[in-house]
């Protein structure tokens, strides 16, 4: 059972964090969160962006910050799932050979996946038992990943050639899907400020540890949210499906597939890790609102009318969210 | 003061469950209104007999809807949840009405319960305006009421007259005969079929004798109505009447009875007459009260409208006539009534609308009524002398395509001229509603010769059906010719029932057309 202690204690480090993260990343602070939410959900996260922005910055700052194991993995075309799970070696120890298993990089607190869209669905594939059953299988041996585990991947939207789209199955195990936008005019000089003078961008020391997590974890979950919220989040994700009746014109226009389930699971995780952030202790509207571009956007997949018209999802979903009403 | 969450829960629910029950009865109230108003609405149209305790039978299926409504409302559990998160949007506590509720469906405590009381505490003071009585509601419950009033109302709004309505057009359509057959006195022809049922009329079992001495209808308006007609006749609205059949024989009764009130009345005048005639010049010439109750009596009970007029004068205290010439003229006047019923009908009682005989120009309208039917059958019409070889006006059909009448009667009816709404104010079928009266007319053009002219010019002439005739060889080039027997035309149409006004109409129509000729 949650105490009163814990709840105020768990809210004081991810304040924290918060802060140590946002002395490094310029800005970005929607993207800090959200990365937090993943981290309190269980989550995953992939982050959208033209290079430069600073993504893999963010990603080991949030990794230095929590005091985890980071690992890195650059996604190449000729990467094998073997590079990334690991694989059985033939050991000799005490004059008796055996098979050894060496343990890839995706086993770490939090991955990286760079550019992940540029290895191939094979190689992609090989992520998706780790991301979501937290264990990964070589062989015949099924080996557990330490908690708490994250996957933050990046994928470049230009630049599609030679490239390799998520299948939907891997892309909806991302918790949320954040796009990192190009820095305003005083966060580029803040950042031109901060990696040119001095001794440049030093990564933060740990400021939480992986019990803390788990703690938050645990606080977050009980977090309450309203049946009529409950209601209310499943008529907007009935609402992404072209067939639904609730479904606003443009989404039965453009729209091929809706959000999965697992959405919605997202977008009330999620909520409650926003509340929790924010200090609240329940949650409100405004945090499936905030959170429900993020949750719903990677998992709606357009038609062909929809590609080539070149509707964007986010208009589809401010349509959904306006022709949904808040009461039943 | 502690928040006691289950209090205002059961507070909540319970005014979202009134709130429920009044808008399912504000919508039942509504919706049994307007059925109420429009069931007035068809009752008035339809002139059916309304009764002012009709008036609860009215009122009573709104108000029970209403209370049926809220009591289902009210047993229909409200989603809680919803109704807080409606609360908590409206006093802007961020859902924490609700997320309370969530909590407190969970067996477990929970930190965040004593925080989200605290915070919500303050702000629930003014949550009913969060779950306001709906403006629907009262539309609903003023559009009831409206309704019911209005319902109310129009049961003691007096109808407009019949005419306004257009299906009473249709109506008059169906009740009465085809104008271009119908002559303007059509009630001097008509006599009973043989095939329309006994005659009908509408009229209260007190009426019935004031109403056979009623005028004729005469010539009847065309915009007026069957109800119009009865008004004009008994005085009495429709819904006032009964049905009461009434036979030829009622209608002699009703002659007989009003011809002897007729008679005692006479008496009565020329007894006055006689007193005042005996009593001394000094003596004031004024009615006694017996004999003006005696005449107000007779004049209860119904005598000629005519008559009316001097009667009234008669009794009048303040007359402008003496009293002797007044009681003159009336007995001249019944004298000339008495006379006027024998030279009708034998002043036998039959009723003064079929005892009437037409006048010329009723008579002139009736010929080109026949003249105009029978130029329509003239090209169908064959070798017409020898349709009248039999003579007894029975079926004279030859393959000619024209149907045998089998007498006058029939061949009024069949030629729509017969109307028993007409006779004596009966209601029944007749008319051009008949199809009957689609067939073919009774009538034969022929080609004789007649008198008129010096050279005796051929003219064309009409015979009906059935009529004996004799045909007349000529000589030479001449035309065959025929020859009426008039007594035996008579005789014939006596025999089939035809009244004496009918058969002085084809007389006079015979002498019309060959002025007294053969």
């Known amino acids: 059972m949650i105490t009163e202690r814990d709840l105020e204690a768990a809210q004081a480090v991810f304040h924290r964090l918060t802060a140590s993260i946002e002395e490094v990343i310029v800005g970005h602070a929607e993207i800090v969160r959200a990365a937090l939410i993943a981290l309190l959900c269980k989550g995953n996260l992939i982050l959208e962006g033209v290079p430069g922005l600073g993504k893999t910055l963010l990603v080991r700052t949030i990794a230095a910050s929590l005091g985890l194991k980071f690992s890195r993995i650059q996604f190449t075309p000729d990467l094998m799932p073997a590079d990334i799970v690991g694989t059985d070696i033939i050991t000799e120890e005490s004059g008796h050979r055996r098979f050894t298993f060496s343990p890839g990089p995706v086993f770490a607190n939090v991955v990286l996946a760079d550019e992940i869209n540029r290895a191939t669905p094979k190689t992609q594939s090989a992520l998706l038992e780790a991301m979501e059953e937290r264990t990964v299988t070589v062989g015949t041996s099924t080996y557990p990943l330490e908690e708490p585990y994250i996957v933050l991947a990046t994928q470049n939207p230009i630049e599609m050639e030679g490239t390799y789209p998520l299948p939907e199955a891997q892309i909806d195990r991302f918790l949320f899907k954040a796009s990192v936008r190009f820095p305003t005019l005083d966060e580029l000089v803040e950042i031109t400020v901060r990696n040119t003078e001095g001794e440049g961008i030093r990564l933060p020391d740990p400021t939480a540890t992986a019990n803390d997590i788990l703690t938050a974890r645990q606080v977050v979950r009980e977090i309450p949210i309203a049946e009529a919220l409950r209601d209310y989040v499943a008529r907007l994700l009935l609402a992404t499906h072209p067939t639904s009746a609730h479904a606003p014109p443009r989404v039965a226009e453009y729209v091929e597939y809706g959000a999965s389930p697992r959405a919605a699971l997202s977008l009330i995780l999620g909520a409650k890790a926003h509340a929790f952030l924010l200090g609240a202790v329940n949650v409100r509207r405004e945090d499936i609102r905030d959170l429900f571009h993020a949750a719903l956007a990677h998992r709606i997949v357009l038609n062909f009318k929809g590609e080539a018209e070149g509707v964007a999802v986010d208009d589809l979903l401010d349509d959904v969210w306006e022709h949904v009403p808040d009461h039943a | 003061m502690p928040f006691d969450f289950s209090r205002f829960l059961l507070a909540v629910e319970s005014r979202a469950r009134a709130l429920r029950g009044l808008s399912i009865a504000s919508r039942a109230m509504t919706c049994t209104s307007l059925a109420a108003l429009v069931s007035v609405v068809v009752i008035r149209l339809l002139r059916v007999p309304f009764a002012y305790w009709m008036l609860i039978l009215l009122a009573l299926p709104p108000v029970a809807a209403a209370l049926i409504g809220f009591?289902?409302?009210?047993?229909?559990?409200?989603?809680?949840?919803?109704?807080?998160?409606?609360?908590?949007?409206?006093?802007?506590?961020?859902?924490?009405?609700?997320?309370?509720?969530?909590?407190?469906?969970?067996?477990?405590?929970?930190?965040?319960?004593?925080?989200?009381?605290?915070?919500?505490?303050?702000?629930?003071?003014?949550?009913?305006?969060?779950?306001?009585?709906?403006?629907?509601?009262?539309?609903?419950?003023?559009?009831?009421?409206?309704?019911?009033?209005?319902?109310?109302?129009?049961?003691?709004?007096?109808?407009?007259?019949?005419?306004?309505?257009?299906?009473?057009?249709?109506?008059?359509?169906?009740?009465?005969?085809?104008?271009?057959?119908?002559?303007?006195?059509?009630?001097?022809?008509?006599?009973?079929?043989?095939?329309?049922?006994?005659?009908?009329?509408?009229?209260?079992?007190?009426?019935?004798?004031?109403?056979?001495?009623?005028?004729?209808?005469?010539?009847?308006?065309?915009?007026?109505?069957?109800?119009?007609?009865?008004?004009?006749?008994?005085?009495?609205?429709?819904?006032?009447?009964?049905?009461?059949?009434?036979?030829?024989?009622?209608?002699?009764?009703?002659?007989?009875?009003?011809?002897?009130?007729?008679?005692?009345?006479?008496?009565?005048?020329?007894?006055?007459?006689?007193?005042?005639?005996?009593?001394?010049?000094?003596?004031?010439?004024?009615?006694?009260?017996?004999?003006?109750?005696?005449?107000?009596?007779?004049?209860?009970?119904?005598?000629?409208?005519?008559?009316?007029?001097?009667?009234?004068?008669?009794?009048?205290?303040?007359?402008?006539?003496?009293?002797?010439?007044?009681?003159?003229?009336?007995?001249?006047?019944?004298?000339?009534?008495?006379?006027?019923?024998?030279?009708?009908?034998?002043?036998?009682?039959?009723?003064?609308?079929?005892?009437?005989?037409?006048?010329?120009?009723?008579?002139?309208?009736?010929?080109?009524?026949?003249?105009?039917?029978?130029?329509?059958?003239?090209?169908?019409?064959?070798?017409?002398?020898?349709?009248?070889?039999?003579?007894?006006?029975?079926?004279?059909?030859?393959?000619?395509?024209?149907?045998?009448?089998?007498?006058?009667?029939?061949?009024?009816?069949?030629?729509?001229?017969?109307?028993?709404?007409?006779?004596?104010?009966?209601?029944?079928?007749?008319?051009?509603?008949?199809?009957?009266?689609?067939?073919?007319?009774?009538?034969?053009?022929?080609?004789?010769?007649?008198?008129?002219?010096?050279?005796?010019?051929?003219?064309?002439?009409?015979?009906?059906?059935?009529?004996?005739?004799?045909?007349?060889?000529?000589?030479?080039?001449?035309?065959?010719?025929?020859?009426?027997?008039?007594?035996?035309?008579?005789?014939?149409?006596?025999?089939?029932?035809?009244?004496?006004?009918?058969?002085?109409?084809?007389?006079?129509?015979?002498?019309?057309?060959?002025?007294?000729?053969?």
């Not at chain 2, 702000?123 to 009421?145: D, E, H, M, N």
């Not at chain 2, 007498?407 to 009816?413: I, L």
């Not at chain 2, 001449?478 to 007389?507: C, H, K, N, Q, T």
């Open chain 2, 71 to 518: 009591t289902v409302g009210r047993r229909r559990h409200p989603r809680v949840s919803h109704l807080l998160l409606r609360i908590d949007d409206t006093l802007g506590l961020d859902a924490g009405l609700s997320s309370l509720y969530e909590l407190r469906q969970r067996t477990t405590a929970s930190v965040f319960r004593q925080r989200l009381e605290r915070e919500v505490r303050d702000a629930v003071a003014t949550w009913q305006s969060a779950l306001p009585v709906g403006r629907r509601i009262y539309l609903g419950g003023f559009a009831g009421i409206c309704g019911i009033a209005l319902a109310v109302g129009l049961a003691f709004v007096p109808l407009p007259p019949a005419a306004a309505f257009p299906f009473d057009a249709l109506d008059r359509v169906s009740e009465q005969p085809s104008p271009d057959l119908l002559p303007a006195d059509s009630d001097s022809f008509s006599t009973p079929s043989q095939d329309v049922p006994p005659p009908v009329t509408i009229k209260t079992e007190d009426e019935v004798a004031a109403t056979a001495g009623a005028p004729s209808l005469g010539s009847p308006e065309r915009d007026h109505t069957l109800d119009d007609v009865m008004r004009d006749l008994t005085g009495l609205a429709p819904d006032e009447a009964v049905l009461v059949p009434v036979s030829p024989d009622d209608i002699e009764e009703l002659a007989r009875s009003q011809g002897e009130a007729m008679r005692a009345v006479a008496e009565l005048l020329e007894s006055i007459r006689d007193r005042l005639a005996d009593a001394a010049p000094t003596d004031p010439p004024q009615l006694t009260e017996e004999e003006m109750e005696a005449l107000q009596r007779e004049l209860d009970h119904g005598v000629p409208p005519d008559l009316q007029q001097g009667l009234n004068e008669l009794l009048d205290p303040s007359p402008t006539r003496s009293v002797e010439e007044i009681v003159e003229d009336l007995i001249d006047q019944f004298g000339d009534e008495e006379e006027r019923d024998r030279d009708d009908g034998g002043g036998e009682g039959l009723p003064q609308s079929t005892a009437m005989s037409p006048d010329q120009e009723q008579i002139d309208e009736l010929m080109d009524e026949l003249g105009r039917a029978s130029a329509d059958a003239e090209e169908e019409a064959g070798e017409g002398t020898e349709r009248q070889s039999d003579g007894d006006g029975g079926p004279a059909g030859d393959g000619d395509g024209l149907e045998s009448p089998g007498g006058p009667s029939d061949v009024a009816g069949e030629r729509g001229i017969e109307d028993p709404d007409q006779l004596g104010g009966t209601d029944g079928p007749g008319g051009s509603s008949d199809p009957e009266s689609e067939r073919e007319p009774g009538f034969i053009r022929e080609t004789v010769q007649g008198n008129i002219g010096a050279e005796g010019d051929y003219v064309s002439e009409f015979v009906t059906e059935g009529v004996p005739i004799e045909l007349v060889p000529g000589s030479g080039d001449e035309e065959v010719s025929f020859r009426l027997d008039y007594d035996r035309i008579v005789s014939i149409l006596r025999e089939r029932g035809v009244p004496e006004g009918a058969i002085d109409i084809v007389r006079n129509y015979f002498n019309e057309i060959t002025e007294g000729g053969p």
